[in-house]
């Protein structure tokens, strides 16, 4: 045996050998991917190529009969043509250009060229001219395609074993057109057979070999790119290192993020792109990147301009673009940005396996930059924060009230120059008990009542002298309203207020009973010019005096609510014990003639066993009445006014409640004011002082009681009153 022929008949069985295994490789690992499928046609037909090879030649050396030797050369003959055909589909979905219904093509070309070799040798009617022209056509076209491809999309292939296997396969066919005498058909074996070893050896590490290797440090990889990204503290340098990373990782061309925006996306960090198209919006549902944010799915695009028939992001996609993947990117249940790779032209193609990697990538990069926007707003309000709490630090130290805060166990947390000069305090004192730090009579006497009053109306009020001076301290909480974490107490300087107030007081009173006594001169002589103009039956005159008569009668009211205000303000005695229901049954028995002229119903339902309070019973009759007089003079005829009164705990309620006109919201806030009249439809008959309910309210605050009304036009006015009931001890309210 030819020493070639044997180095030929070792290398095309090693060969065999080798196809065979592969073959069996890839049918175990993946069949269900496309280059697997058809790199395991191509795989199958090289097999043929071999056995009908083998079979050629081993014939030839025993002097077989012609027939075996025509049917070796024609399983050969196949097995040539389908692998030609099978390495040309290869090439296609490895470069990703494969046209649509690809299969459906390249099943023609395996059925037809394999098929007519096998046809005519096993029919008897091979035509060796019309064979090697048949055979000639397949191998130049679909060499030729290979060659192309390889050299076209060489960046994408990116395997030099891949590209020689390629040259040597096609150089191996393109020997079987010369002349079979000159011997050259091992030769042509040999080579093809080379080549096809070097394509399976490219293909079984580009397809198999390489992932598995990857895939031990794609995690390794993930969890440096995790780090990475999570330990970036600005949201800008977070987008910036996912679009660099995803680059990386997917050794692609350019990469960008969009972020969503109220109903479309902005590209806010690229990478490899143009930086003309940072910032660029893109609405939801518009292009690539516009779909996925709207359907919240990935989209893999193998070749963009074959592939992608919608709109397009960038003017330049279609010229520039290769394979693109893009992902959205899902924080809790919503879509926050978008991020897409780009591979170029002339760029490795992407997989479907590079999505789930992507996926990977962007669901920690959904959280990098979720995390980053909160650390941005955290630092934001940080840093308002801050600047709010040195404002507020520079007022309450430069104010020249004294401020202190302590905590729930009353130890001092702060307290500003003013104060500290006023009680003599040293910065030893600055956690010291408010109980040491500050005199017994500047702390509220009784805790229990000043905690119910700030937790009641939220403060709680009171004064107190110190060296000389009148403070008036405000009491509050620090903390929300579940849990008090302290109190803050701030102190005005009242004193100059409180003489002016004296002052005033004086004048008031001092003026108002040297107004008494001519005014009663006023009403004797009234009433004397009203016996002397009798008898002239003059109208007009009469008239005249009953207008003088109202007049006075109206500067009297007002002088005595004066005095009544007055007296309040300056305190009484508020040790009597009062009865509400008597007082109540007084008061309405004096405005009864009032109420029955205009058809007024005075109802009242008092508890039998209502508490009794301390207090001044004939003050407290002035406040009723007064709320009772309004309510009858702002009713319709034939209203009712209903003075209810109950027990709710330690407190005695009142309300009197009519259906007249009501009061609208806006003046509700001032009808306690001195001197307060509103103006309303329905009221431009009423007269008065504005002084009923500003001595109302203040005849319930020097109760230690509460007032408040409620109202609403056209409906009624309540007035709500509250009191500390008045309990022995040891006894309980019923």
Not at 279 to 292: H, K, S, W, Y
Not at 386 to 411: C, G, H, I, Q, W
Not at 414 to 425: G, R, V, W
Not at 547 to 557: F, S, V, Y
């Amino acid at each position: 045996m030819p020493v070639n022929l044997t180095i030929t008949l070792f290398i095309n069985g090693f060969s065999l050998a080798l196809a065979t295994a592969f073959l069996l490789i890839t049918l175990w690992y993946d069949i269900r991917r496309a280059v697997n499928q058809f790199f395991a046609i191509f795989l199958i037909f090289v097999l043929i190529w071999n056995i009908g090879f083998f079979l050629s030649q081993i014939t030839q050396l025993i002097g077989a009969p012609d027939a075996l030797i025509r049917i070796g050369n024609g399983i050969a003959q196949s097995g040539f043509v389908g692998s030609s055909v099978g390495l040309y589909a290869l090439m296609l979905l490895i470069a990703g250009i494969h046209p649509q219904r690809f299969r459906v093509l390249t099943a023609v070309y395996l059925i037809v060229g394999s098929g007519y070799p096998l046809f005519t040798t096993f029919t008897g009617n091979a035509d060796e001219v019309q064979l090697r022209i048949f055979s000639a056509i397949f191998f130049i076209g679909f060499d030729l395609l290979v060659l192309y491809i390889t050299w076209t999309y060489r960046r994408k292939l990116r395997i030099l074993t891949l590209i020689i296997g390629n040259v040597l396969f096609v150089a191996g066919q393109a020997f079987t057109f010369l002349n079979p005498e000159l011997e050259l058909n091992a030769l042509a074996a040999t080579f093809s057979a080379l080549g096809a070893m070097l394509i399976s050896f490219a293909v079984i590490r580009r397809e198999l070999i390489r992932p598995l290797l990857e895939r031990g440090t794609q995690l390794e990889t993930l969890h440096d790119v995790g780090i990475a990204i999570t330990t970036q503290s600005t949201t800008d340098t977070v987008l910036d290192d996912i679009a660099k990373q995803a680059s990386q990782w997917l050794q692609a061309d350019a990469s960008g993020i969009f972020l969503k925006q109220n109903n479309q996306l902005r590209l806010v960090s690229i990478s490899q792109l143009p930086q003309s198209v940072l910032n660029i919006t893109v609405p939801l549902g518009f292009g690539v990147a516009g779909r996925v944010a709207s359907s919240k799915e990935s989209i893999f695009i193998e070749n963009y301009k074959r592939d992608w028939h919608r709109e397009d992001e960038f003017d330049f996609a279609q010229d520039t673009f290769g394979s693109v993947i893009s992902v959205p990117l899902i924080y809790g249940d919503d879509v926050i940005g978008v991020l897409t790779v780009i591979g170029g032209l002339q760029n490795t193609l992407f997989e479907a396996e590079d999505v789930s990697l992507l996926e990977l990538l962007a669901s920690q990069a959904a959280v990098a930059i979720a995390q980053a926007n909160l650390f941005s707003e955290q630092r934001l309000l940080a840093d308002q924060l801050s600047d709010a709490n040195e404002r507020l630090r520079t007022v309450l130290v430069s104010t020249e009230n004294p401020v202190l805060a302590v905590d729930r166990k009353l130890n001092l947390i702060f307290t500003n120059p003013a104060a500290e000069s006023l009680f003599q305090l040293d910065t030893h004192h600055s956690r010291a008990n408010l109980n040491k730090a500050v005199p017994q009579h500047a702390l509220p006497q009784n805790y229990r009542e000043a905690l119910h009053a700030i937790r009641t109306r939220g403060y709680y009020r009171y004064e107190i002298e110190i060296k000389g001076e009148t403070y008036s301290c405000q009491v509050a909480q620090l903390g929300d309203t579940k849990r008090i974490e302290g109190f803050v107490a701030v102190m005005n300087d009242i004193s100059e207020l409180k003489e002016l107030d004296r002052i005033k007081s004086e004048m008031v009173r001092m003026t108002s009973h040297d107004l008494k006594n001519p005014l009663q001169a006023a009403f004797a002589n009234v009433e004397l010019l009203r016996d002397d103009v009798e008898d002239l039956k003059n109208q007009e005159v009469t008239l005249s005096v009953d207008n003088i008569e109202r007049q006075l009668t109206k500067m009297h009211r007002i002088i005595s609510g004066i005095l009544d205000l007055e007296r309040v303000r300056q305190g009484a005695s508020l040790e009597e014990i009062c009865h509400p229901q008597r007082i109540i049954a007084d008061a309405v028995e004096e405005l009864s003639d009032i109420a029955d002229e205009k058809g007024i119903t005075l109802r009242v339902d008092l508890n039998s066993r209502i508490s009794t309070f301390k207090g001044d019973s004939d003050q407290f009759k002035r406040a009723i009445v007064n709320i009772i007089e309004n309510a009858i003079k702002f009713n319709k005829a034939g209203g009712d006014v209903l003075i209810q009164g109950n027990n709710r705990g330690n407190q005695l309620f009142i309300t009197i409640s009519d259906d007249g006109i009501g009061i609208p919201a806006e003046l509700q806030p001032k009808i306690f004011e001195r001197f307060y009249r509103g103006h309303q439809a329905g009221a431009e008959h009423a007269s008065g002082s504005g002084l009923g309910l500003s001595l109302v309210k203040a005849v319930i605050d020097s109760h230690n009681g509460e007032i408040w009304v409620r109202s609403q036009p056209n409906v009624g006015t309540t007035f709500h009153i509250s009191l500390p009931a008045f309990v022995l001890e040891g006894q309980t309210l019923p």
